[in-house]
């Protein structure tokens, strides 16, 4: 029987996995560790062939969270990489030089939620003037 991509997946993310769960025949959530984000968009990316399509922040009660969004086309199945960043400092290393697609959303989660992309060729304003005030992020919760 042939493998799948999702098997595949797992294969290769191997113990970079904390938490799987398949949400339908199609859409699967993989929770990853901040650190292990490049390795594993790049193993979805260059190795397995799927697309990045955006990424999605979230402010969450105790942390915030990005779920990076691929496609594998071939079979329309989706995998979000889902991963938590602590509120104290949140960052994690940009994907602009596995894909440039990456270079706009993360702009705007920067713009949006304060969150630092390490490694960004261009962290600036998108959506908001360039005199917003600093530190004032508008999909933050407010305290």
């Not at 994690?92 to 713009?111: H, P, Q, Y």
Request: hydrophobic letters at 35%.
């Amino acid at each position: 029987m042939k493998e799948t991509i999702i098997e595949k997946v797992r294969e290769k993310f191997g113990n970079k996995i904390q938490e799987f769960f398949k949400k339908n025949d199609k859409k699967y959530y993989i929770e990853i560790e901040p650190k292990d984000i490049f390795e594993c968009a790049k193993i979805l990316f260059e190795d397995l062939n799927f697309r990045f399509c955006t990424a999605s922040g979230v402010d969450c009660e105790k942390n915030f969270e990005i779920l990076y969004h691929f496609s594998y086309d071939k079979t329309g199945e989706i995998i979000s990489l889902r991963v938590k960043l602590d509120k104290t400092n949140p960052e994690i290393d940009s994907l602009t030089k596995i894909f440039v697609a990456a270079e706009w959303i993360e702009r705007e989660i920067w713009e949006m939620l304060g969150i630092n992309f390490k490694g960004h060729p261009n962290l600036k304003h998108l959506l908001l003037s360039d005199d917003w005030p600093k530190d004032n992020y508008p999909l933050r919760e407010k305290d």
